[in-house]
């Protein structure tokens, strides 16, 4: 089955930066996208096609990928930084999409 | 402004049938696909399974086919998640997404609030 792996928890302190990594060895072509989630709320897509930031996203959210290895980046963490992320992407054989474990950042 | 307002929280008992709802709103809502995604408690994202409202053609997880039936209206503009006999284990939030991008680029810009389902005798 398809899995993308992610670290459980990360914490980086208040003006840091940190990167958060979603490895998958069936990603392929497909491309990767990164949602943020705080207690109680639907997650929110902070990036999408590897890189791309949607509209009112800050720019201190940068996303990259290498082979089959995504990481999405905050450069200068801020305290409303903090939640739970997942990336998210298909399988390059059965083209079902899939979350990852999901990373719980803490900034601190 | 693009909305996915989905049905209320459910208190149901274990063999009981349910069906939740997604309704899409300020869009063509056929011709976008819509998926869900299950939120156990204090767990990560699941995908569910998505549909292409315009002619109901319907792909699920592996882990979910057999246990859930997907379905829209597109007249309604509406996108259902039911199931046929509840399980403790169904208890957790559930939420639809619309899926956005083309090609190689598929994403989920927009989230219904989720509707939470609890399966308790």
């Known amino acids: 089955s398809s899995e993308l792996t992610q670290d459980p928890a990360v914490s980086v302190a208040l003006g840091q930066t940190i990167r958060i990594t979603c490895q998958g060895d069936n990603l392929g072509g497909y491309s990767v996208s990164w949602y943020h989630q705080k207690p109680g709320q639907a997650p929110v897509l902070v990036m999408f096609g590897d890189k791309n930031r949607p509209s009112g996203i800050p720019d201190r959210f940068s996303g990259s990928r290498s082979g089959n290895t995504a990481s999405l980046t905050i450069t200068g963490a801020q305290a409303e930084d903090e939640a739970d992320y997942y990336c998210?992407?298909?399988?390059?054989?059965?083209?079902?999409?899939?979350f990852g474990t999901g990373t719980k950042v803490t900034v601190l | 402004e693009v909305q996915l307002v989905q049905s209320g929280a459910e208190l149901k008992k274990p063999g009981e049938s349910l069906r939740i709802s997604c309704q899409g709103s300020g869009y063509t809502f056929r011709n976008y696909w819509i998926g869900w995604v299950r939120q156990m408690p204090g767990k990560g994202l699941e995908w569910m399974g998505i549909i292409y409202p315009d002619d109901s053609y319907t792909r699920y997880s592996p882990s979910f086919q057999g246990q859930v039936t997907i379905s829209a209206d597109k007249t309604s503009s509406i996108a259902y998640l039911q199931w046929s006999s509840l399980k403790a284990s169904d208890s957790a939030m559930y939420y639809c997404?619309?899926?956005?991008?083309?090609?190689?680029?598929?994403?989920?810009?927009?989230w219904g609030q989720g509707t939470l389902v609890t399966v308790s005798s």
């Open positions: 998210n992407s298909q399988d390059s054989s059965s083209g079902q999409y899939v």
């Open positions: 997404v619309r899926r956005d991008g083309s090609g190689w680029d598929f994403y989920f810009a927009y």
